[in-house]
């Protein structure tokens, strides 16, 4: 039951995405930091993107083909994602 809950509020989340890249003219860095980060800290995010990219809005996709080249390397292996995610927010906060 938690796993589905969690689906769908990450399906949710890609919809919000959705429409918000469409409707933006230029990138607005607010939004784009909390689609990265969401990335970042959401497999299932992640995942759905990577198997039905082609449904969503092209500025989305490219947003997130975007956020894959830079994190391409960064995407922890299940184990030490808390301890990835931790040194996120240290950077983060430290600015």
């Known amino acids: 039951m938690l796993t589905a809950r969690v689906e769908a509020l ?3 989340h890609l919809n919000v995405f959705e429409i918000v890249f469409a409707k933006l003219d230029a990138q607005d860095p607010e ?3 909390y689609f990265e980060d969401s ?21 989305l996709t490219e947003a997130y ?5 830079k994190n391409k390397d960064a995407i922890p292996d299940p184990v030490s994602k808390r ?8 950077s983060k906060n430290k600015a």
Request: net charge positive; glycine share 2%; charged share 30%.
């Open 65 to 69: 083909k975007e956020w894959k080249r």
């Open 83 to 90: 301890a990835w995610i931790a040194d996120i927010y240290k």
């Open 31 to 33: 939004w784009t930091t």
């Open 10 to 12: 990450g399906y949710m």
């Open 39 to 59: 990335i970042a800290r959401c497999s299932v995010l992640r995942d759905e993107l990577d198997r039905y990219i082609n449904i969503y809005n092209p500025k």
